[in-house]
């Protein structure tokens, strides 16, 4: 059973940082791509980065440049280094990940539980 357990979540005022990291664990052969999402009050949830398996980021228009999504691909670990928060970024952050359980498997996509980010004005 693959699990995606995340850390890091807390309340910050805003122009603060918070380091969100998600660890891959169970049966795993390999972990593809790997993503941030986040869910608002009352939104849906967004894409907010995403890496590949090779370490290409890429990022929605509203975390550009403050935002910095990395992987340890021997911890199986993805990280978002969230700089300048606003309280626009107020939201539960979840990990995303594609990942082999099996060499001739095939992918399955898997959702961490969430974690809060609270950024006070």
């Known amino acids: 059973q693959v699990q995606l357990v995340e850390s890091g979540g807390g309340e910050v005022q805003a122009g603060g940082s918070l380091r969100l990291s998600c660890a891959a664990s169970g049966r795993i052969y390999r972990v593809g791509d790997m993503a941030w999402y986040r869910q608002g009050p009352g939104k849906q949830r967004e894409s907010v980065a995403q890496i590949t398996s090779s370490g290409i980021p890429t990022y929605a228009d509203s975390v550009q440049g403050r935002f910095t999504i990395s992987r340890d691909n021997v911890k199986n670990t993805v990280y978002l280094q969230m700089n300048s928060l606003k309280p626009e970024d107020t939201a539960v952050y979840y990990c995303?990940?594609?990942?082999?359980?099996?060499?001739?498997?095939?992918?399955?996509?898997?959702w961490g539980q969430g974690t809060q980010v609270t950024v006070s004005s």
């Open positions: 995303n990940a594609g990942i082999k359980e099996e060499q001739f498997g095939f992918i399955g996509n898997y």
